[in-house]
């Protein structure tokens, strides 16, 4: 098997690495454009982030050509990849991705992968690509196959926004962030948020290798203290020290941040649907703000009371607009 990947990152490296045996080469897509050749590929990896799809795209259609009957697989996180790699290569050849194994680098660039987690693979057409169930079985990483794409990168997402977007405009470590009592509610409503837009998409939440995120979205329906407590603790117990993505983005200052299909993608889909999301709608439009205006980091770097005006104003102004309809 063959296997060309876009994106040399955390992600691409650990999947390349577990991928790689005898009858299996791995090769990683160039970072210019014009450096990417023909290759002949039976698997593309997508492992860029979501920013970045549009490039990879580009280069996926260099390398592979106009003939290719690649299977694409997009381990991406957020929604709204998997239907832009349909549309240039088919829904067919695309198959979704949700990876629950957490990587990190050292310091000298070592890939650190847990020992926790696995794989949950969809297809996006009518294909079933078993043979990928598999080739990542064989690797020895778990696999949960589910039937509805959406529904599993939706359930991925969940994952993803919990004491994200809140700790990268309050520039804080998730454990920093169970301190602050108002901004642990509106995590809890947020996935309230993100649990109504789902339903209202006809989506149930699936269960990935790891974590149980039906029991989660079945927690944030308690009231908030009791939902608080036990997201809490698992908050604690798994990343307090480590900076979540979208904080490591602003760090970055590359000017843009995944947040747009994450906490962006819940806002865009209750307005869509008439389901309120302030909370999401601010952690979005916010974080967008301070990516693209580092300046505007200050007025909110450890201000809880800051954040929490601007979730109010947004609540009171959907308030409005349901008033008058």
Request: aromatic share 4%.
């Amino acid at each position: 098997m063959n296997v060309y990947i876009v994106g040399a990152g955390a992600v691409g490296t650990y999947l390349g690495d577990r991928l790689r045996n005898d009858s299996t080469t791995v090769q990683y897509a160039p970072r210019r454009l014009d450096d990417v050749k023909k290759v002949d590929a039976d698997l593309a990896i997508v492992a860029v982030k979501a920013y970045d799809t549009d490039n990879a795209i580009a280069a996926l259609q260099r390398a592979l050509g106009g003939d290719s009957r690649a299977t694409i697989l997009c381990p991406q996180n957020g929604v709204g990849n998997e239907e832009k790699l349909a549309a240039a290569f088919g829904a067919d050849a695309v198959v979704a991705c949700a990876l629950t194994v957490a990587v990190d680098r050292t310091r000298d660039g070592a890939m650190v992968p847990s020992n926790e987690g696995g794989l949950g693979l969809a297809p996006v057409g009518k294909v079933a690509h078993n043979w990928l169930v598999a080739a990542f079985e064989q690797s020895g990483i778990p696999v949960k196959v589910v039937a509805d794409y959406r529904a599993l990168k939706w359930s991925k997402l969940a994952l993803n926004i919990i004491a994200n977007a809140s700790c990268a405009i309050l520039n804080v470590l998730p454990e920093r962030l169970l301190a602050m009592d108002q901004m642990f509610s509106f995590e809890v409503r947020a996935q309230r948020e993100t649990a109504a837009v789902m339903k209202a998409l006809g989506l149930k939440a699936v269960d990935l290798p790891r974590y149980h995120v039906r029991a989660l979205q079945g927690l944030v329906v308690l009231p908030t203290p009791v939902a608080r407590m036990i997201l809490a603790s698992r908050i604690a117990g798994g990343r307090g020290r480590k900076p979540p993505s979208l904080l490591l983005d602003l760090r970055a200052a590359k000017g843009w941040t995944e947040v747009d299909v994450l906490n962006g993608a819940v806002a865009r889909a209750g307005r869509d649907l008439g389901v309120p999301t302030p909370v999401n709608t601010v952690f979005a439009r916010v974080l967008d703000d301070i990516a693209h205006m580092p300046q505007l980091w200050a007025k909110y770097r450890e201000r809880p009371q800051a954040l929490c005006a601007e979730v109010e104003a947004e609540q009171q102004r959907m308030a409005t607009v349901v008033a008058r309809a």
